[in-house]
């Protein structure tokens, strides 16, 4: 497949990185040093120039391209990309934006702006936010198979019960299986083998029902998965803020938001009638304490600064919050706001290439999530007659797929079915797979 990437930003660079193992993939941007960058790290055919001229496209031969994906910083331009496309190419559109009054407009009228499907940066950060917040041990959250699946990715205290185990002995979860440990200091994930050692410090992604992902949640550390989730504070009147706070309402939380300036903080109140502003700065020690916040199940912090971002969340840690949760521009700083102490860190850019990612995955996968670190993935594919699962039994078919794979989960009409080794696969099954960064491709072409 021929893939055409408009703007080589983070969330190009990240698309075209992932891709290009597996397509012809074309990146288009108005930096050159960009672009000599990305020719030299991926292999990719790079072309310096705007996304918006034709002339420039024809350089790219759009013509030929099977999805263009628009992944600048400027909506506007995204838009006017898709729309530029579809006047010379029958290629597949895909518009990234930050303004969620355009992803209202395009959801309510599909096709416009030229764009076949649309992602916003903020909607999928608020939504990734609200995931982790409802799961309270959780580092990572995704949905597979239309919310029946759940992957989850938790950390491994030192005295959790689990810790010291082996996957063999914490195996004793219905509906739940173990896919991966990320060793404390390891560079990627690797697959769970019977004997594999879950160490405290380390890191373990599972995937199952989601009753049992939030049973497993308990045994990784009965403390703090035993709290309900009743009280958020939300720092900073970002849009992101605003969406999270809108999904939390949804879920039955009512949360707290700090808002330094007045007249947002008079804007989200009168949006939010159901929240609690504040209009403060949430930096102020005294503030926090006044406030309590020290009692808050989840500290959000997002504001629009990451060393702003940083600091409120430390603060709200030190004061003794018992999450803090932080929204990272710069995605380099994921690690670093971890390992000073945040205990997740949401990179808007990064999920928002996860999102274009999975449309883009050749054998129909619907679903992906990225497991750093490493890049490792799980993907969601519908089985089909060509696939190398219909009709057999898991135990047969592990000589036809490489090593580093898990089948993590069936769905069936909509129910759950525990993959083992005589479970047969049917043709229309959704089947949720873990596989190590190398073989991805491999994977996902067999499935």
């Not at 075209?16 to 993939?25: I, M, Q, R, W």
Request: aromatic share 4%; with cysteine.
């Amino acid at each position: 497949m021929r893939i055409l990437v408009v703007g080589a930003g983070e969330v190009g660079s990240s698309i075209a990185g992932s891709l290009s193992d597996a397509h012809e993939v074309v990146v288009v941007d108005l930096d050159p040093d960009r672009v000599e960058s990305l020719t030299y790290a991926e292999d990719v055919l790079a072309v310096t120039g705007d996304g918006t001229d034709l002339d420039v496209l024809a350089d790219a031969e759009v013509g030929l391209a099977d999805v263009v994906i628009a992944s600048t910083d400027d909506d506007e331009t995204n838009l006017a990309v898709c729309a530029t496309v579809k006047t010379v190419s029958d290629a597949f559109t895909i518009a990234r934006v930050e303004d969620t009054n355009y992803l209202d407009t395009w959801r309510e009228h599909q096709g416009a702006f030229g764009a076949d499907f649309m992602v916003c940066t903020q909607l999928l950060a608020a939504e990734t936010i609200v995931r982790v917040v409802g799961l309270p041990t959780a580092r990572q959250v995704d949905p597979f198979a239309g919310g029946c699946v759940e992957l989850a990715e938790f950390d491994v205290p030192e005295d959790s019960p689990l810790a010291g185990e082996t996957v063999a002995d914490a195996d004793r979860f219905d509906e739940l299986t173990f896919v991966a440990v990320v060793p404390e200091g390891a560079d990627h994930a690797k697959v769970t083998r019977g004997d594999t050692v879950i160490d405290g410090g380390s890191r373990v992604v599972v995937v199952g029902r989601p009753a049992s992902v939030r049973e497993f949640s308990r045994a990784v550390d009965p403390e703090r998965a035993g709290n309900r989730v009743d009280d958020v504070v939300i720092v900073g009147g970002s849009t992101t803020a605003e969406l999270t706070a809108e999904q939390l309402v949804d879920r039955g939380i009512t949360p707290r938001i700090v808002e330094f300036d007045p007249e947002r903080a008079r804007e989200l109140a009168e949006r939010l009638p159901s929240a609690t502003v504040f209009s403060h700065d949430a930096t102020d020690p005294e503030f926090l304490s006044r406030e309590h916040v020290q009692d808050a199940d989840a500290v959000v912090a997002t504001l629009g600064s990451d060393e702003r971002s940083l600091l409120a969340a430390l603060l709200a840690k030190q004061a003794g919050a018992d999450r803090a949760i932080a929204v990272v521009d710069q995605a380099r700083y994921v690690d670093l706001f971890e390992t000073v102490g945040v205990d997740v860190a949401v990179n808007p850019r990064r999920v928002t290439a996860e999102e274009i990612t999975r449309f883009t995955r050749e054998r129909r996968a619907e679903n992906v999530a990225i497991i750093e670190p490493g890049g490792a993935e799980v993907v969601e594919v519908e089985v089909d007659e060509e696939s190398v699962l219909a009709g057999r039994p898991l135990r047969d078919v592990n000589g036809d797929l490489p090593d580093g794979v898990v089948i993590a989960a069936i769905t069936r009409d909509g129910g759950y079915v525990t993959p083992r080794g005589d479970t047969v696969v049917e043709v229309g099954d959704h089947v949720v797979a873990f596989a190590e960064a190398d073989v991805v491709d491999e994977v996902t072409a067999k499935l």
